[in-house]
């Protein structure tokens, strides 16, 4: 096999400082570590091999957006289950969303007695539109004009669907922790 | 209480700094005077909290950052890329451009590089640690579980130097405590792992990347500062905190 090694070095540049964030991303996408080294090594790839179409600019940006498109075909062919794509919401989820808020201060001193594990499954049981807007914004701290560009979608759609993924969440842990 | 689509909306907008400073002007008055909002505004950041709990260790395995290293290395006629890779794979992703000169020049990227990118690195991170705590006694507890040694948590606010909080860098891809302190403009890292490789109690002084860095060891842990403050001040703070390890 051989690369030029200017697109090596290029690759070098862009891809791996982010490669935490690259495999933070596939992590909460995917639900499990190994998924998610599957998915950032073949993200890896995509990236190596488009490398020279990376025209400058936000590298960060341009890894995520990668990594998040590979994370879904990956998962579209290996855990077509698991993937909750189409439709907003499940019934489930509609109906923890028509529920009052509990009173919310004991509420957050429940949130942070929740454990690291039940976020994570908290988190996996949203729909997946829910689930990478927030991860976005809470574990990457992008802007929600860098979502909007990460995921292909309208700014006010990444803010409504944040405050709902928030929503969701909150309903989920405070069920759960009570 | 319910909250409207609206406030949802607001509130959501507002805790990620979304709103303009008008918005955000209005919306301080609303929660001053509406503990409802004030309340879901508090469950809203407690879920933050949590979800970023657990980031320290959620960090990709040494095989699938050796294999992207493998994908980003140089092809050299020595033979010895292998190793090379596997070395220059933390610094890649701690320092990313600075390290790949280091690549282009050849040389063993060590520990000590290392320890200053992680440094560089948080500088230049708008997070530049995992918990922000002044208090030892909250930075003793959050790195059980993370790591598997108790380093040293030096409190030398008496002496003029602020805990600011605390991370888990990677050195030699295993992992190590890092501990921040600051005074006045200057930031000090101080990283913790075990072993002894210097010398007992020596202490040698480096310059990388125009940052000065102490190592020395106590015989049981390595330690590292690094910081851009004067050689004789950061030469003071790591004799009063080889002082306080000592008698801790």
Do not use: C
Request: glycine share 6%; net charge negative.
């Amino acid at each position: 096999m051989w690369y030029d090694t200017t697109e090596q070095a290029r690759f070098a540049e862009v891809f791996t400082p982010h490669l935490v964030d690259a495999f933070r991303l596939a992590h909460w996408l995917a639900g499990s570590r190994a998924d998610a080294e599957d998915i950032v090594q073949e993200a890896s790839m995509r990236a190596f091999k488009g490398i020279s179409g990376f025209a400058g600019g936000d590298s960060r940006a341009w890894v995520l957006t990668i990594v998040r498109n590979t994370s879904y075909s990956w998962l579209a062919k290996n855990r077509p289950s698991a993937l909750v794509l189409a439709g907003d919401l499940d019934e489930q989820a509609q109906s923890r969303l028509d529920q009052p808020d509990p009173d919310p201060t004991p509420e957050a001193r429940l949130i942070a007695q929740v454990e690291a594990e039940t976020v994570r499954k908290a988190m996996a049981a949203l729909p997946a539109p829910f689930r990478e807007v927030l991860v976005l914004r809470e574990i990457h701290e992008l802007s929600y004009k860098a979502i909007a560009d990460i995921a292909g979608l309208p700014i006010g759609t990444v803010m409504s669907r944040i405050a709902r993924a928030r929503r969701l969440m909150l309903a989920s842990l405070g069920g759960s922790a009570a | 209480m319910t909250l409207s689509d609206q406030d949802e909306l607001l509130l959501s907008a507002f805790i990620d700094g979304e709103l303009s400073s008008i918005e955000a002007f209005q919306f301080e008055n609303r929660l001053r005077v509406e503990p409802g909002l004030a309340a879901a505004l508090e469950a809203r950041r407690a879920l933050r909290t949590a979800l970023r709990a657990d980031r320290a260790d959620d960090i990709p395995s040494p095989q699938l950052q050796r294999r992207i290293a493998g994908l980003a290395r140089k092809p050299s006629s020595t033979g010895s890329w292998q190793s090379m890779a596997a070395s220059f794979v933390l610094g890649l992703l701690l320092a990313g451009g600075i390290a790949w000169g280091v690549i282009e020049h050849g040389s063993r990227q060590d520990v000590t590089d290392q320890v200053v990118s992680a440094h560089i690195r948080g500088l230049m991170s708008s997070a530049p640690t995992d918990v922000l705590s002044s208090e030892r006694h909250t930075i003793k507890p959050w790195f059980n579980g993370r790591i598997n040694f108790a380093p040293v948590v030096a409190d030398l606010s008496a002496e003029g130097y602020t805990l600011v909080g605390a991370r888990i860098d990677v050195v030699d891809l295993s992992p190590a405590a890092t501990l921040v302190y600051s005074r006045g403009k200057h930031i000090i890292s101080v990283t913790e792992m075990p072993g002894a490789e210097a010398p007992a109690s020596s202490t040698s002084r480096n310059r990388e990347q125009g940052y000065l860095l102490f190592a020395w060891s106590d015989g049981r842990m390595r330690y590292w500062a690094v910081s851009d403050a004067a050689p004789e001040e950061l030469e003071r703070f790591v004799k009063l905190f080889q002082a306080a390890s000592s008698t801790s």
